[in-house]
């Protein structure tokens, strides 16, 4: 028998109260859920490798256009020097809606004209030379058409009245010098000279003129990442180190044949001239011509590889 159609007010704020609980828990499933599998397919991405906090915990956020938002929105806590670089980046600590990681700020912006250099044992005249901290986001960008994900997210941002560019930290990484120094050798040589050859093929077409040990990281799992770019793209069309390229990943080799022109200018048009694009592009065809006449000459077989899988942790590796 139905005694009233209408339910007490205590009742019904236990009812809500409850229904609040279990849809607060289901919430809170579901994110932690969702945290995790966009930390697995970082890992799919990045061989292992997942964004980092400052504790060594992975960021509740982990695609690109997420972190790119959090570069561009979240509070700087804090800012240090970096002992190394000629540029004086400085290391920043962003914090946002709880999440706190670290980013190198880069703000050079230096011009010159007619800039003689020697790079690989040859003399290059640059017409137009640049050092610039908008070029680690267009290094970013392309690398992500190329489809390598070995840049990390960066994207522009002042800091203090200065104009610059934040790149996310690679936590639990250290630089190729500091490896020599070490006297670390990678447990795996033939991968490790198969990425390299991947950053042989990625500074030519970017016209690196400051390649060096120092511009190349290593995660806890031996993987190769390209930093500061600063001193890449501009207008020259030669390649800069032809014959460091022995060798090529098939899908970069793929993606490099038929890398599409009109979405390569409107993905770089915010950070490059159009005359630094066409630069680009030409240097692009120098290298697939490289390539192929390698492959005349060797076959397929001989130049085109599949990057070995990680196998080993390195020594400095965040557990």
């Not at 002042?158 to 630089?175: D, F, M, P, V, Y």
């Not at 190349?216 to 069309?237: P, V």
Request: one cysteine or more.
């Amino acid at each position: 028998m139905r005694v009233s159609g209408r339910i007490p007010r205590y009742a019904a704020a236990l009812a809500l109260g409850l229904g609040l609980l279990g849809a607060a828990t289901v919430a809170g499933a579901q994110t932690s859920e969702m945290a995790s599998r966009k930390t697995v397919l970082a890992e799919q991405r990045f061989e292992g490798y997942v964004w980092l906090d400052p504790d060594g915990q992975p960021l509740p956020f982990q695609s690109d256009e997420a972190i790119e938002e959090f570069l561009r929105t979240a509070t700087v806590e804090s800012i240090e020097k970096i002992p190394t670089g000629v540029t004086r980046p400085k290391k920043v600590l962003l914090t946002l809606n709880g999440a706190r990681a670290h980013a190198a700020f880069k703000y050079v912006e230096e011009k010159k004209k007619n800039v003689n250099q020697v790079i690989a044992g040859k003399r290059h005249t640059f017409r137009e030379w640049r050092d610039s901290h908008i070029y680690d986001v267009a290094a970013y960008h392309l690398d992500r058409l190329l489809e390598l994900d070995r840049v990390p997210p960066a994207a522009p941002r002042k800091i203090k009245r200065t104009q610059g560019s934040l790149k996310i930290w690679i936590e639990g990484s250290i630089n190729d010098k500091t490896r020599r120094d070490r006297e670390l050798e990678p447990p795996d040589v033939f991968r490790w000279n198969q990425q390299r050859q991947i950053m042989h093929v990625f500074d030519n077409l970017v016209a690196n003129r400051d390649s060096n040990l120092g511009n190349t990281l290593i995660d806890g799992n031996w993987r190769l990442w390209f930093i500061d770019c600063g001193r890449c793209f501009g207008t020259t069309e030669a390649l800069l180190y032809p014959e460091s390229i022995a060798y090529c990943e098939r899908g970069l080799w793929q993606v490099l044949q038929n890398l599409d022109e009109a979405k390569l200018r409107e993905r770089l048009d915010p950070y490059l001239t159009r005359y630094e694009i066409d630069a680009l592009l030409v240097r692009r065809d120098k290298v697939v011509e490289r390539i192929q006449t390698l492959i005349d000459e060797l076959g397929e077989e001989r130049v085109l590889f599949d990057l070995r899988p990680p196998s080993v942790r390195a020594p400095w590796a965040v557990e």
